[in-house]
């Protein structure tokens, strides 16, 4: 997925502007793995189902006295075990380790039973078989594991993030793109923006509220402007906040206007656990971005952003508030002599 | 000046707040003459409607006169009178623009909330819930109307208050459900809900060429209204098997179009009732749906089913395999009230249609709470309930102007 992997330079060129985004399959995603784990995870409950089952001919089957209880107790762990594969595909990897550990057990008291089982060669056919499956739980549970540690990587590793989102607005290209263009907009819309100052023609300085309500500033230069097609900018070098974006504008068929397609990469300022710690805050990148385009649109659109804030309501802080008010205007009414 | 606040299941009063006032350029703000409650405000009286808040004022079926409007609002002088769609739309987006205001893209200041719910969200609501908007509803003696330059409907002098205000909703909401249908002239329309949308949809029905319409419900006086006001022939469902019935009464084809004018606190006898609301009750779904299931089950092989009661989350039990097998066409959504406001009001003027004859309660807004208990419980054979805040009651009934507030 190459926005992920343009993700480890993190103020390096925006990866070829295109419009829509891939999902899924490039994401890392091997089929095979997944249906092996899907095989694994049937395969615990097929086996689980059997203990709690059958877990008196289970014994004789093995050669051992009536062991009832621990069978059908092994046979809920393999069960759990095949629930959580399936439920957590396709990254099942936590769960497939469970199935490792199940397996561990299996082949200890397996051993076990060989020192008293009427039937040796049953058990350590038996052994061969949860062996060999352990192999395939082990293997198919570190390449899976292996994989979501290199997308995490991809994401977050390089302290950068990268986002995509786009909007469809009715005015044409070169409307939406004026009004972008005019930076000092953007706080209009961009609700965690203080200001943009245009420095002068390619420069400009922006502050921001970045995460707990602290401040941060930068100066970017727009790299690339198309008039009403496409501008782009980044962050300079050696700015406090590293960040690239880049907004485009394509006429939709059928009168329906432009799509507005906005793509940005920037590293938090306290690195990946502080972009953690704003989305636990709400405050996460990807909804300030949603949301603003929200916003250009409304503006672009109606001129104005709805709001209710400030309207009346009865809860009890504005009933209190109009209860004030109007004492106000009695007094003031009598002090008048109304 | 006093709204009528929502604080919770079956709890609604009366309360001094504060007076609004203009918030974006766009608004403005009407001095409320008229404001009814609507059977979609029971659903918000029972407390089935998520992300409600207490102190919510209520309301979304309102005219009155203007008494202010922001910069931006052109067409509009004080003193107009007016009545007000309750979707709010902005104009401008894609949905406005093609003629489907109830999807408006820019009137949701909680778009988000909508979305997580149903994918996408529609506009903005006065009066409905959180979800829809948060906007402080028109129960009340001043009501603030965003993008006010879109969101009204002049009204000439000499058309009372009564004759125009369920432009705002209810007329328009019955009028399009019957227009969902596609009504060949001469074809059959069953409609579920003898309320007052029950009633509108009957009316349009004809209006729009049906030769027969079948009101549906269970409490005899609404269906004697559909038969003496709306023509229509009726079946009582505590009485008839309706399947049965409509089956007997098309020749074993069923109508041709239904409408499902009750939406999700639908009735039924019997335990297929009690089971919907032992579910609804534990929250295993969020609508009774009794009259959709019926609706599919009864209309003909090809028909249309045409939802105008509100359904807001999950259903259970849809015979969904009815639609596939018997190629149904559904037809929903909240009213694009804009669409129909001018259109109506001049069959209105011209006296073709005249609305008014579904009131059977008139009060004063501090007779809100009453006049909800007295609808909910269909006392007194209460059909539909208007506000009138400027009516107080001096002990003869005579209005005496009561308003408070700066205007």
Same mark, same amino acid.
């Given at each position: 997925m190459s926005a992920m992997q343009a993700a480890?330079?993190?103020?390096?060129?925006?990866?070829g502007a295109r419009i829509g985004r891939s999902y899924g399959a490039?994401?890392?995603? =091997?089929p095979a793995d997944s249906s092996l784990a899907s095989g694994l995870g049937w395969f615990s409950i097929g086996l689980g189902l059997t203990e709690v089952a059958a877990p008196r001919a289970l014994s004789r089957f093995l050669g051992l006295d009536d062991h009832r209880h621990l069978i059908r107790a092994m046979g809920v762990r393999e069960i759990a075990s095949g629930l959580g594969i399936l439920s957590a595909l396709p990254r099942p990897a936590g769960w497939l380790w469970t199935r490792v550990a199940g397996d561990a057990l299996d082949i200890g008291l397996l051993l076990a039973a060989l020192g008293y089982t009427s039937k040796p060669g049953r058990v350590l056919t038996a052994l061969a078989a949860v062996g060999g499956v352990t192999a395939v739980d082990a293997l198919t549970g570190d390449r899976l594991t292996r994989r979501s540690d290199s997308d995490a990587a991809a994401a977050t590793g390089a302290s950068s993030i990268d986002l995509i989102e786009s909007v469809g607005v009715m005015p044409g290209p070169s409307e939406a793109y004026a009004f972008w263009r =005019?930076?000092?907009?953007l706080p209009l819309f961009m609700e965690h923006l203080e200001s943009v100052t245009q420095t002068d023609g390619e420069r400009s300085h922006w502050v921001a509220r970045g995460p707990a309500g602290k401040r941060v500033e930068w100066d970017a230069e727009i790299t690339r402007d198309q008039p009403g097609e496409e501008i782009s900018w980044s962050s300079v070098e050696g700015s406090q906040v590293v960040t690239a974006g880049s907004v485009r504008f394509v006429r939709e068929p059928a009168g329906r206007g432009t799509l507005v397609e906005l793509r940005m990469r920037y590293s938090p300022p306290l690195g990946v656990v502080g972009a953690l710690a704003a989305k636990v805050l709400g405050e996460d990148p990807e909804s300030q971005i949603k949301e603003g385009l929200r916003r250009f649109k409304q503006m672009l659109e109606t001129g104005e952003i709805p709001t209710t804030e400030g309207q009346p309501s009865g809860r009890k802080r504005e009933r209190l508030a109009a209860l004030r008010r109007h004492e106000e205007q009695r007094r003031l009414e009598q002090g008048v002599g109304l | 000046m006093k709204a009528n606040c929502?604080? &919770?299941?079956r709890d609604v009063r009366v309360e001094d707040v504060p007076d609004p006032t203009i918030l974006n350029p766009r608004d403005a703000v009407i001095r409320i003459t008229s404001s009814a409650i609507c059977g979609s405000d029971l659903h918000l009286y029972n407390g089935l409607i998520p992300t409600m808040q207490a102190g919510d004022i209520l309301g979304h079926e309102f005219m009155g006169e203007v008494v202010e409007t922001g910069?931006?609002?052109? *067409?509009?002088?004080?003193g107009d009178r007016v009545v007000v769609p309750f979707p709010i739309a902005c104009g401008s987006c894609f949905f406005c623009q093609s003629k489907l205001?109830?999807?408006?893209? *820019?009137? *949701?200041?909680?778009a988000w909330m909508a979305e997580k719910m149903w994918g996408h969200s529609p506009c903005g609501i006065f009066g409905y819930s959180h979800m829809l908007g948060g906007y402080a509803g028109g129960q009340a003696e001043y009501v603030r109307v965003p993008y006010a330059d879109v969101n009204h409907i002049k009204i000439p002098e000499g058309v009372d208050d009564e004759k125009a205000l369920f432009l705002s909703d209810i007329l328009p909401t019955g009028y399009m459900a019957a227009e969902a249908c596609g009504i060949q002239k001469g074809e059959t329309v069953a409609v579920w809900g003898c309320g007052p949308v029950g009633q509108f949809a009957i009316a349009s029905a004809f209006l729009l060429g049906a030769g027969r319409v079948i009101g549906i419900d269970r409490f005899p006086y609404r269906l004697r209204m559909a038969r003496e006001q709306c023509g229509a022939e009726v079946l009582n469902y505590e009485e008839v098997d309706v399947y049965e019935a409509l089956r007997d009464m098309t020749g074993g084809r069923g109508p041709d179009a239904c409408i499902d004018? !009750? &939406?999700?606190e639908g009735h039924l006898p019997g335990l297929l009732g009690a089971y919907d609301r032992v579910k609804q009750a534990l929250m295993l779904e969020t609508d009774r749906p009794p009259v959709l299931r019926q609706a599919l089950l009864c209309v003909r092989g090809g028909g249309t089913v045409s939802v105008a009661g509100v359904y807001g989350g999950l259903l259970d039990k849809i015979p969904f395999g009815a639609v596939v097998n018997k190629a149904l066409t559904i037809k929903s959504g909240q009213t694009h009230v804009q669409r129909y406001m001018q259109p109506l009001l001049e069959r209105i003027v011209a006296g073709e249609?005249?609305?008014?004859? !579904?009131?059977?309660h008139r009060m004063s807004l501090d007779e809100a709470p009453e006049g909800y208990e007295t609808f909910l419980h269909k006392q007194?054979?209460?059909?539909k309930v208007v506000l009138e805040p400027g009516r107080t009651t001096d002990g003869n009934g005579r209005a005496v102007s009561g308003f408070t507030g700066p205007y």
């Open positions: 480890t330079h993190p103020a390096g060129p925006l990866p490039e994401s890392g995603s =091997r =005019r930076l000092e907009n | 929502w604080y &919770g299941k910069s931006r609002v052109d *067409n509009l002088q004080i205001f109830s999807l408006c893209e *820019n009137s *949701n200041p909680n004018a !009750v &939406g999700m249609i005249d609305p008014s004859f !579904v009131v059977t007194d054979e209460c059909m």
